[in-house]
């Protein structure tokens, strides 16, 4: 009997003990039930609200009426300030800038801007600020335009390190010089360097063409051709602007010259004329005097 005593006791412990475990792990099952709902709910509403465009309706809402309120306070666009432009497109920055007179000046993404603006054909480099408290700043440097490139039947305008800058509205570019050949882009600066310092032959330049990868020939507008040397184009050119400007050798009823030969320009002349051409050039590089030859 003692024993069924015992036995029992420890049942009637053992039942008090589960309904007390119970008693207290069910108001945190509950609890955390209702949390578990509670956060379901929360995430099915805000990802509604996402997917349908109001938190960002809103959030756009909140940064507009704070925008006009600063707008209020004076900082609205009066003025857009552009600085270095004489080719870029004045159309094209008005579309990029996208902003009108009174708009709230912290409406416009200067960083934005000033991306779009170096995708310009026409644009080295753009600075694009904010100036306080009514005004736009743009600061371009635009690519200098060196020279005309005829390929694949199309001309091309180029740069000073002869990378095309455009293709298209080159009408006011027609007194540029004009090149040719594949890989005349990659000379073209120091051609037109070395003519820009003769300017008596560069003024009657109107095409170049690279030849056999190594020299240029020049075609004048008075259709004389000129051979130029692989080596030292400086120095003869040097040569051929001091006889134009003795002899006025470019001016006279010839047909071509090569000046490929360090201390003679050979003349060609039309048939049925005769040229005599001689010249006192003083050749400053080589130190000493030569005299050209009677052709």
């Known amino acids: 009997m003692a024993k069924k005593r015992r036995k029992g006791t420890r049942q009637s412990t053992f039942n008090k003990r589960r309904k007390g475990a119970l008693s207290v792990l069910i108001p945190w099952v509950r609890r955390f039930g209702i949390a578990l709902a509670v956060f379901t ?12 465009g109001t938190i960002h309706r809103a959030s756009d809402w909140t940064e507009y009426k704070v925008w006009q309120v600063t707008a209020d306070m004076g900082f609205a666009v009066e003025d857009i300030m552009v600085e270095g432009r004489e080719y870029t497109d004045g159309s094209v920055l008005l579309a990029i800038v996208n902003i009108e007179k009174g708009d709230p000046l912290f409406s416009f993404d200067p960083k934005e801007a000033q991306k779009l603006m170096s995708q310009i054909g026409w644009v080295e480099t753009a600075q694009v600020e904010r100036r306080w408290p009514d005004t736009i700043y743009i600061g371009l440097k635009e690519r200098t335009p060196l020279a005309l490139w005829q390929t694949d039947k199309r001309v091309k305008l180029l740069d000073e390190r002869g990378e095309i800058i455009v293709t298209d509205r080159l009408e006011r570019f027609a007194d540029l ?23 008596l032959v560069h003024e009657r330049v109107e095409t170049a063409k690279w030849v056999g990868d ?34 006025g050798l470019l001016d006279k009823n010839i047909v071509s010259l090569d000046i490929r030969e360090g201390d003679r320009i050979s003349v060609r002349t039309k048939p049925g004329t005769v040229q005599e051409y001689k010249a006192d050039l003083k050749i400053d590089a080589a130190a000493k005097s030569k005299t050209g030859n009677s052709i």
């Open 214 to 247: 190594r020299r240029w020939d020049l075609r004048l507008k008075n259709g004389v051709e000129v051979k130029l040397p692989e080596d030292d184009m400086g120095l003869a050119l040097r040569r051929l602007a001091k006889a134009q400007e003795h002899d």
């Open 177 to 199: 010089v004009m090149v040719m050949g594949k890989d005349a882009p990659d000379h073209v600066h120091e051609l037109i360097g070395n003519l820009k310092a003769e300017e």
């Open 41 to 52: 709910g929360i995430l099915w509403v805000s990802s509604w609200l996402y997917l349908s």
